[in-house]
């Protein structure tokens, strides 16, 4: 089956890699335009642009599938559309250009968490399992039949990241199935049932922690943004990125926010129980221990706001 893959992250390169190790036939790549990156803000193609030149795809890299990429993929004649994480949406007369149409993997548990940030948003929430599903492409925000899914504890102390590369792997096998049922014309899709929950995009001031919620809530919000976009903080003005951390264990309550230091452990206040900082980074430094950071310091207690 010729198919046209969608992707830009390193999240969809599992599925690229699962796809071209198959028997189906990857006509073209699309991925995101290259974007500046590091301090020189170098040009540098996506994590799918990279590989599926290494793999000697065609590429196309855009941030629209406006008419031009419309009339592109349609002349490769794709019996259907893979889209992983590629950061836009397939709007018609696309969405009606492979055979098949187009089908996505998205790391959810469909009607929860529809949008573009699933998992962080599961992992914020407390959720207690979540998993993937590949369904097909419709003009409504993920709201598809689904061909197949699977669901798995979400762990009490992973971060988005951690989980996302962990689902990305079974993510990719479940696509595989996915597309060979649909070859095959086996595939059976059932209605999405259940509540509709939304997961829109992260923005930066979606990182900033409130420690006026409990211990829990605020643990859950920082492995939710972690590692994007990053939870921080302020301390006497400046910005400090909490990279990691901790429950603690019998320690007594601190004021909401406050940052102080018990036999070598950094902790700070929440409407509970306090939390353990283990890696933080300063403004303009490197990531370093919590310990080293509170050297510096150098007061009994500081405040976070």
């Known amino acids: 089956m010729k198919l046209v893959f969608a992707g830009t992250p390193e999240v969809a390169l599992p599925s690229l890699t699962a796809l071209a190790s198959s028997d189906h036939e990857i006509v073209s790549v699309i991925t995101r335009a290259d974007a500046p990156l590091g301090r020189k803000r170098t040009l540098t193609a996506s994590p799918v642009g990279q590989a599926a030149t290494q793999l000697g795809y065609p590429v196309l890299k855009t941030n629209r599938l406006d008419a031009w990429a419309t009339e592109t993929i349609r002349a490769q004649h794709p019996d259907l559309g893979v889209i992983v994480a590629y950061g836009g949406i397939v709007h018609e007369p696309l969405l009606s250009v492979p055979r098949l149409g187009w089908i996505n993997l998205h790391f959810s548990l469909l009607p929860r968490w529809r949008g573009a940030s699933p998992v962080q948003r599961a992992v914020i929430a407390g959720d207690e399992l979540t998993g993937a599903a590949v369904f097909q492409l419709v003009p409504e925000l993920d709201a598809g039949d689904v061909f197949g899914s699977f669901s798995r504890p979400l762990g009490a102390h992973s971060t988005s990241g951690i989980l996302l590369e ?37 923005a930066r001031d979606d990182a900033r922690i409130d420690f006026s919620r409990p211990a829990a809530s605020v643990y859950n919000h920082i492995r939710g943004v972690t590692p994007e976009p990053g939870a921080f903080t302020t301390v006497n003005g400046a910005v400090l990125k909490l990279l990691e951390v901790a429950p603690s264990v019998d320690q007594p309550n601190l004021p909401v926010g406050s940052i102080v230091q018990r036999e070598k452990i950094v902790l700070v206040g929440t409407a509970s129980e306090p939390l353990v900082l283990l890696r933080v980074q300063p403004a303009g430094k490197t990531a370093m221990s919590a310990n080293d950071w509170w050297r510096g310091v150098a007061t009994e207690s500081v405040m976070a706001s």
Request: no cysteine; aromatic share 0%; hydrophobic share 50%.
């Open 166 to 202: 962990e689902l990305s792997h079974s993510g990719a096998d479940l696509l595989l199935r996915v597309v060979s049922e649909l070859a095959a014309g086996t595939a059976l899709a059932v209605a999405q049932t259940g509540e509709v929950t939304l997961a829109p995009k992260l």
